[in-house]
C-alpha cells in the first residue's frame, strides 16, 4: 500500500468552478500536509500547506485535513484557467516528503 | 533571490553510460534533497544532506547511484552505469532550517533523464 494515494486524473472544469482534489494517507504519525502545484516543465512549489487537523484558506484556495479519516483536501473557488497545473499532495515525515501521484487539473475558459 | 538551479535540463543516454546531475541549491541553504519522479509515478524521495553530511539515503535505489555534497554547497548525483529503470525527471530541492511548518522545500526544475 502507498503512503499517500492521490487520483492521478485527469480532471477538467469550466473557468468558475470549485475543484476539489484529495488524498489519503496511510501513516497516523505525519503531522504536516502540503499541497505543491507543478506547472509543465517546472518543479513543484508550495501552494498551501497544513499542521495536523483543520482548515487553512488563502485566497481562493482552502487546505482541508481530517486526521480521524487520514483525509487531506484542497479546494479552489472561482477556477481561474491559470490554475491548470498538476496538484500534488505531499506530508512531511520526518526531513523528507512522501508525495501522492498528483493529480492534472485543467481549467477551461 | 535565485531559486534552485539543475543541470542539464535534459539528457539522453545510452544504458551502461555514466550521467552527473548537478544541484545549486538556494544560498545559505543547509539542507539539500534529491528526489526522482519515474514515468506513471509519484515523486519519491531519494536522500538529503545536511551541508556535506548525508542525513538520510534511505531512498537511494541501489549502488549505482552515487550523491555528493563537496564543501556543503552544490550537489552531484551520478548514476554509473546508467540503466533503462533510470529514466526519470530528478528533482533537486533545498530548505533553511530542520523541522516545523518553516521547512519549505524549493524545488528546482528538474534534469529529464532518458536512458535507452
Known amino acids: 500500500q502507498k503512503e499517500v494515494e492521490q487520483d492521478p486524473g485527469p480532471l477538467s472544469v469550466p473557468e468558475g468552478a470549485i475543484v476539489s482534489l484529495n488524498c489519503t494517507y496511510s501513516?497516523?504519525?505525519?503531522?504536516?500536509f502540503m499541497w505543491y502545484r507543478q506547472y509543465s516543465r517546472k518543479g513543484p512549489e508550495l501552494l498551501m500547506y497544513t499542521y495536523s487537523s483543520g482548515n487553512k484558506e488563502d485566497g481562493r484556495f482552502t487546505a482541508q485535513v481530517d486526521k480521524s479519516s487520514k483525509y487531506i483536501s484542497l479546494f479552489i473557488r472561482d477556477s481561474q484557467p491559470s490554475d491548470s497545473a498538476t496538484y500534488l499532495c505531499?506530508?512531511?515525515?520526518?526531513?523528507?516528503?512522501?508525495f501522492g501521484q498528483g493529480t492534472r487539473l485543467t481549467i477551461n475558459p | 533571490e535565485a531559486g534552485v538551479t539543475q543541470f542539464p535540463s535534459h539528457s539522453v543516454i545510452e544504458k551502461g553510460q555514466t550521467v552527473t546531475l548537478r544541484c545549486d541549491p538556494i544560498?545559505?541553504?543547509?539542507?539539500l534533497y534529491w528526489y526522482r519522479r519515474v514515468m506513471g509515478k509519484e515523486i519519491k524521495f531519494l536522500l538529503h544532506?545536511?551541508?556535506?553530511?548525508?542525513?538520510?539515503e534511505s531512498g537511494m535505489p541501489n549502488n549505482r547511484f552515487l550523491a555528493e555534497r563537496t564543501g556543503g554547497t552544490y550537489s552531484t548525483l551520478k548514476v554509473q552505469p546508467a540503466e533503462l529503470e533510470d529514466s526519470g525527471v530528478y528533482f533537486c530541492a533545498s530548505s533553511q532550517d530542520l523541522g516545523g511548518p518553516d521547512e519549505t522545500q524549493y524545488f528546482g526544475p528538474g534534469t529529464r533523464l532518458l536512458v535507452l
Open positions: 501513516n497516523s504519525a505525519f503531522q504536516y
Open positions: 544532506f545536511v551541508k556535506e553530511s548525508k542525513q538520510d
Open positions: 505531499a506530508i512531511q515525515g520526518a526531513q523528507k516528503l512522501v
Open positions: 544560498s545559505g541553504h543547509d539542507n
